[in-house]
């Protein structure tokens, strides 16, 4: 008897340890089914939105599964389109209009000129032309002028910039969808200082690479923010430099 009921209780244990791959695969499954329908959905919107001056960062989705479909609550972007253009643009997809709305971010206002106080003089370098579709580098420099090593101590994205056109329209921004403070340092020699940290990528085109901004005369203004130096805080708004796309 006694070896009866061990030969089952080894039968369900073997029983249970071919199921435990079988469920294993059936989530990873699921899994990619939902992550799947996601992707795809994403690509839609992002097709939708193509002939507009938009750039979609995220999709806020309900809680769905393998046999549920994922639905759009809320979009997040930055751009110069109206809501009502984006409303349209999705129904002219085919798409439903999230309940939540778009959520935006429009151009940044800066503070005032101030003048530059502390261990260190900054300057602002952008290049005065550039072609139609380029993408500039912005870059602040630092000039120590305290006879000894400075540290500098940042986050991830201490550099702003606003483009604005010949009427002072601001028709691109440069900000970050998401700053995680991960903070790094630099040790600033006598004379002029240069950081990785402090260059900023500013692609010349209206939030999509497919419209590029057109030829004309421009201004760009750069903000420095969040940059200790010596202990002291930098937060500095720089005058507004020409730019002539070509």
């Avoid at 500039?136 to 604005?164: F, I, K, Q, W």
């Avoid at 240069?194 to 497919?210: G, K, M, S, V």
Wanted: glycine share 8%; net charge negative; hydrophobic share 40%.
């Amino acid at each position: 008897m006694w070896h009866r009921v061990g030969l089952g209780l080894l039968i369900l244990a073997l029983s249970a340890c071919t199921l435990l791959p079988d469920r294993e695969a059936e989530e990873q499954a699921a899994w990619a089914a939902v992550s799947g329908q996601r992707e795809a959905q994403r690509q839609a919107y992002l097709k939708a939105f193509e002939p507009l001056a938009f750039e979609m960062i995220g999709l806020e989705e309900t809680p769905c599964d393998a046999k549920t479909v994922c639905g759009v609550t809320r979009v997040y972007g930055r751009g110069t389109a109206t809501e009502a253009q984006l409303g349209a643009a999705l129904r002219l997809a085919g798409l439903p209009v999230p309940p939540g709305g778009f959520e935006l971010t429009r151009a940044p206002t800066f503070p005032a000129l101030q003048a530059q106080t502390g261990p260190l003089r900054a300057e602002v370098q952008v290049p005065r032309t550039a072609q139609v579709g380029e993408t500039l580098t912005l870059a602040a420099v630092l000039h120590n002028e305290t006879g000894l090593s400075v540290e500098l101590v940042s986050g991830m994205y201490p550099l702003d910039a606003v483009l604005r056109n010949e009427r002072g329209e601001a028709v691109r921004w440069y900000t970050p969808a998401f700053d995680p403070w991960l903070q790094s340092s630099h040790l600033c020699p006598v004379g002029p200082c240069q950081w990785d940290r402090l260059q900023l990528d500013a692609p010349l085109n209206q939030f999509n690479r497919w419209l590029p901004l057109p030829p004309g005369e421009y201004t760009v203004t750069v903000r420095m923010k969040g940059v200790l130096a010596a202990k002291q805080e930098l937060n500095l708004t720089f005058p507004p430099q020409p730019l002539s796309i070509r």
